[in-house]
């Protein structure tokens, strides 16, 4: 496995910094953490014009403290803001992985939550974090490390993903970095950042830790390398079994949030979707402008062809789970894939990306799929702290496959409204669903582009990724 644990169990101090040339941040922030888990945060931020600094949300107003607010002048060139935030406070008022949560001594919030977000400037500025710990407790973040600082850069703190904060298990995992799984590349790491808040059971915590690293393997063997190179992963306990509510939150780095039960075996959460739905919204940029149906449907139609090629599901069920469900999105095509509600997006956008995925390989004779699209854009820069306009990320598919699919795609069924019979696709496709099991016709007018589709085309062969009960 080409996977590496570098740090089993981190309960204290910071990561390892991954330094790198880039100009000096606008604003400096230093921020002291308390066992009390409260905050002492300290901004210096370069300004010849007055500054404000707002905190997102009304809710946590109450849990700001020794803060006059207001425009603040700037001092030879220097505006100074310092406060204080109740973060267990404000964590156990919220209690919801969506604003912050608390388990035993530890929180996971987006930044957002707590830091205040500086305004006056003509751009977003660049902010450099640096946070200290007492013993026993630690942070970490999806952004990049410069130094010992957390860059925020290119997007406003509101949108920079979570942030972990106080005591929890954290591990750092090496992972291939985006693209450099891809024939001819030079092979170079990125890290994935796990923390797992207090109340996993000993036996859970391990068989989690290896689910993840699994996961992001057989993620990185679809993308020809992982989604990003540096996430974090923030992983809540729930008192019932299973996996539950998944998260992703891109910004100036790329985090994802999952709840998982307290006490899980490795076959339950090996046998679910969540958290491989959720890395594949991590290798794409949000899609502006009742972009939802897109983004929905791609983690929805790429997440059991992942599975399926690191030999977790077969190729018969995914797609007796396409047959039965797709039919839920049938009704948004003639009212315009933007206008997708509730399920619509999921499956509306999943039936599209079917559409979308036998196009490129009609289009490419086979060369091409719409595995190339999606990482394509990611290597061009289109990543999961990106947000774009769907014409762009269009684009850039049409670039990565050297087609012209996706666009007239999105001509036909989102700006001309075009129906899809789903029948006689099945047809063509050679698909049917007999007595509860799935009959796939090779003989079928599309069989040869169906057969790439799930498990890869020819010589592209895909990878197994061993489940930890098989030799």
Request: one cysteine or more; hydrophobic letters at 45%.
């Given at each position: 496995?080409?996977?590496?644990?570098?740090?089993?169990?981190?309960?204290?101090?910071?990561?390892?910094?991954?330094?790198?040339?880039?100009?000096?941040?606008?604003?400096?922030?230093?921020?002291?953490?308390?066992?009390?888990?409260?905050?002492?945060?300290?901004?210096?931020?370069?300004?010849?014009?007055?500054?404000?600094?707002?905190?997102?949300?009304?809710?946590?107003?109450?849990?700001?403290?020794?803060?006059?607010?207001?425009?603040?002048?700037?001092?030879?060139?220097?505006?100074?803001?310092?406060?204080?935030?109740?973060?267990?406070?404000?964590?156990?008022?919220?209690?919801?992985?969506?604003?912050?949560?608390?388990?035993?001594?530890?929180?996971?919030?987006?930044?957002?939550?707590?830091?205040?977000?500086?305004?006056?400037?003509?751009?977003?500025?660049?902010?450099?974090?640096?946070?200290?710990?007492?013993?026993?407790?630690?942070?970490?973040?999806?952004?990049?490390?410069?130094?010992?600082?957390?860059?925020?850069?290119?997007?406003?703190?509101?949108?920079?993903?979570?942030?972990?904060?106080?005591?929890?298990?954290?591990?750092?995992?090496?992972?291939?970095?985006?693209?450099?799984?891809?024939?001819?590349?030079?092979?170079?790491?990125?890290?994935?950042?796990?923390?797992?808040?207090?109340?996993?059971?000993?036996?859970?915590?391990?068989?989690?830790?290896?689910?993840?690293?699994?996961?992001?393997?057989?993620?990185?063997?679809?993308?020809?390398?992982?989604?990003?190179?540096?996430?974090?992963?923030?992983?809540?306990?729930?008192?019932?079994?299973?996996?539950?509510?998944?998260?992703?939150?891109?910004?100036?780095?790329?985090?994802?949030?999952?709840?998982?039960?307290?006490?899980?075996?490795?076959?339950?959460?090996?046998?679910?979707?969540?958290?491989?739905?959720?890395?594949?919204?991590?290798?794409?940029?949000?899609?502006?402008?009742?972009?939802?149906?897109?983004?929905?449907?791609?983690?929805?139609?790429?997440?059991?062809?992942?599975?399926?090629?690191?030999?977790?599901?077969?190729?018969?069920?995914?797609?007796?789970?396409?047959?039965?469900?797709?039919?839920?999105?049938?009704?948004?095509?003639?009212?315009?894939?933007?206008?997708?509600?509730?399920?619509?997006?999921?499956?509306?956008?999943?039936?599209?990306?079917?559409?979308?995925?036998?196009?490129?390989?009609?289009?490419?004779?086979?060369?091409?799929?719409?595995?190339?699209?999606?990482?394509?854009?990611?290597?061009?820069g289109l990543d999961g702290a990106s947000r774009v306009s769907l014409d762009a990320y269009t684009q850039a598919c049409n670039r990565a496959t050297g087609t012209k699919a996706m666009s007239e795609l999105i001509d036909r069924h989102v700006n001309a409204n075009t129906a899809v019979d789903l029948d006689a696709l099945w047809k063509d496709l050679g698909v049917a669903l007999v007595d509860g099991r799935i009959v796939l016709d090779d003989s079928a007018p599309q069989a040869k582009w169906r057969k790439m589709i799930v498990m890869g085309p020819p010589g592209r062969t895909a990878k197994h990724v061993k489940l930890p009960w098989e030799p």
């Amino acid at each position: 496995m080409f996977l590496r644990t570098l740090l089993a169990a981190v309960l204290l101090g910071t990561v390892p910094a991954f330094a790198q040339p880039m100009p000096a941040p606008d604003c400096t922030v230093d921020v002291t953490l308390h066992e009390a888990l409260t905050l002492d945060v300290t901004y210096h931020c370069r300004s010849s014009q007055p500054l404000s600094f707002a905190l997102e949300g009304e809710r946590a107003q109450p849990f700001l403290s020794n803060f006059t607010g207001g425009r603040i002048e700037a001092v030879n060139g220097l505006v100074e803001a310092h406060y204080r935030f109740d973060l267990g406070g404000y964590a156990r008022a919220v209690d919801t992985p969506a604003e912050g949560i608390q388990r035993g001594k530890g929180v996971l919030m987006p930044i957002g939550g707590w830091l205040l977000e500086p305004r006056g400037y003509q751009r977003l500025p660049v902010i450099d974090i640096r946070v200290r710990t007492p013993e026993g407790m630690a942070f970490s973040s999806g952004l990049p490390k410069v130094g010992d600082a957390w860059r925020l850069a290119g997007a406003t703190v509101r949108f920079a993903g979570y942030t972990a904060l106080g005591r929890f298990e954290l591990h750092e995992l090496v992972v291939p970095a985006p693209g450099s799984l891809r024939p001819g590349q030079p092979k170079k790491d990125a890290v994935l950042r796990l923390a797992l808040l207090e109340g996993f059971t000993e036996s859970s915590r391990k068989a989690i830790v290896d689910w993840v690293e699994r996961t992001a393997q057989a993620q990185a063997n679809y993308w020809h390398g992982f989604t990003a190179p540096e996430m974090l992963v923030g992983l809540v306990p729930m008192p019932r079994s299973g996996v539950g509510f998944g998260r992703t939150q891109p910004g100036g780095g790329v985090t994802i949030m999952v709840e998982v039960g307290e006490t899980m075996d490795s076959r339950r959460l090996f046998n679910d979707w969540v958290l491989v739905h959720e890395l594949v919204h991590s290798g794409m940029p949000f899609i502006r402008g009742r972009g939802t149906w897109f983004m929905e449907g791609s983690a929805t139609y790429v997440e059991p062809i992942i599975r399926a090629r690191a030999g977790w599901k077969t190729e018969e069920a995914v797609w007796k789970e396409w047959v039965m469900n797709m039919p839920q999105g049938v009704g948004v095509f003639p009212r315009g894939l933007p206008a997708a509600s509730g399920r619509e997006n999921y499956w509306g956008g999943a039936m599209f990306m079917l559409l979308a995925d036998l196009a490129i390989r009609r289009e490419s004779n086979g060369a091409k799929g719409l595995e190339d699209c999606l990482a394509g854009a990611l290597w061009e820069g289109l990543d999961g702290a990106s947000r774009v306009s769907l014409d762009a990320y269009t684009q850039a598919c049409n670039r990565a496959t050297g087609t012209k699919a996706m666009s007239e795609l999105i001509d036909r069924h989102v700006n001309a409204n075009t129906a899809v019979d789903l029948d006689a696709l099945w047809k063509d496709l050679g698909v049917a669903l007999v007595d509860g099991r799935i009959v796939l016709d090779d003989s079928a007018p599309q069989a040869k582009w169906r057969k790439m589709i799930v498990m890869g085309p020819p010589g592209r062969t895909a990878k197994h990724v061993k489940l930890p009960w098989e030799p």
